[in-house]
């Protein structure tokens, strides 16, 4: 009798050791989901070409308030134009769970750089301030979307 008492603890604490193995196993798999260190070096570096282009923002700026319709499509065809490819790269590393939402806000920006690009094109003063406004907020969403390190 005494002998059996003595043994429910010890059965309770294998079981109990069976029980965090499993646990540890579960969230051992939910890490699985995580990013590689592929996927980081990939974003990092993309988001550094993403960033160069965010730091032309006030040359474009000037360029849109002086109507000047020439530089600003060079602007956009130039040192602007690999945007949506970087995002496009960022997007397809990041974790699986966020990657549509990722791609809806790049194609906001995306959109709001044609929509410049057509604003200089036809040389239309309203629709390039506009314009340049969905732009600056296109790359204030994708910023967030940017995972920090
Ligand atoms: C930025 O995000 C806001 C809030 O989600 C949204 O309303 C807006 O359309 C976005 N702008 C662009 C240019 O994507």
Redesign the pocket.
Known sequence: MVFNLRRVPTVSLVLALCLSLVACDASGNSQAASMSDNDIAIISRQSASFRLAEDRLPELAELVANRNWVFTRNLIHGPLQEVGREMLYINQHLLPEDRDQASK?AE??K??LSELDEAAKLQDGDRLTRAYG??V??F??YSKVIPVQ
């Open positions: 806000i906001g920006l959109s709001a969905k732009v907020d296109g204030v969403n």
